[in-house]
């Protein structure tokens, strides 16, 4: 099932998106599926008359995986890490599907990094891989944007990760998704870039939930980058960068200075 987050004149709602591509409709569910679960409304639009929004703002935190596919690390001149290397993007860095990313002031050297995103569905710690369905509310695609410059000379990520429109999210989320063997792809400006599959992964989904939930406390609604694949470069403005997840669907955003 794929769950989307929308504005049609007012205020954001969640509905289930149906169909075909290119007539998909999207019928508005009672309240929030991280909490009521997933009721419908008898109210249906298409797809094309709402504008999507980041299917999740998370409450709490987006956690950000570092090399976690090994031709991705060795392109950059990096190991693959021998524990995990995780870092935090605040909320406040998600946007969703359209929504500009805006190049920060502080760097001249802003990368793509298209990822398969796990959003969680509950409250959870130190989950055991086998358990690791039982917490997992569904999939998207997201691009975790990087200032590559920023990140080589600040002894911390959070400026280089974190900062605003750095976390684009969408379009939905699936909540069907085996994620041991799926697609992820990015385009520059129509360019295949990325080309990779999650099963290329050092550590598995599931690996890294467990692994994350033993540093932290997981809420409903934070959200996983599980690492991206080789093929990674640098953003301009007036770019367009879109990411494809196989059984997802696509997450298109463009690239302004302001
Ligand atoms: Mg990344």
Known sequence: MRIARFVVDSDPMYGVVEGEPGSETVTVIHGDPFFNGVERTSVK???????LLAPIIPRSK???VGRNYAEHA????????????????????????????VLPEFSEQVSFEAELCVVIGRICKDVPEERVDDV?????CGNDLTARDVQKTDLQWARAKGFDTSAPLGPWIETELDPEDVDVKGWLNGELR???NTKDMIRSVRELV???????????G???????PAGVGLVSEGDRYEIEIEGIGRLSNPVVRR
Request: proline content about 9%.
């Open 136 to 140: 997992i509310f569904g999939y998207t």
């Open 210 to 220: 467990s692994i994350v939930s033993q540093a932290f406390t997981l809420l409903p």
């Open 222 to 228: 934070d959200v996983i980058m599980t690492g991206t």
């Open 194 to 196: 990325q080309d990779g």
């Open 62 to 64: 987006v956690i950000g």
């Open 74 to 101: 060795a392109e950059l001149g990096n190991e693959v890490p021998a524990q995990p290397l995780l870092f935090l993007k605040p909320n406040t860095a998600v946007v969703g599907p359209g929504d500009p990313v």
């Open 45 to 51: 639009h298409k797809l094309e008359d709402v504008r």
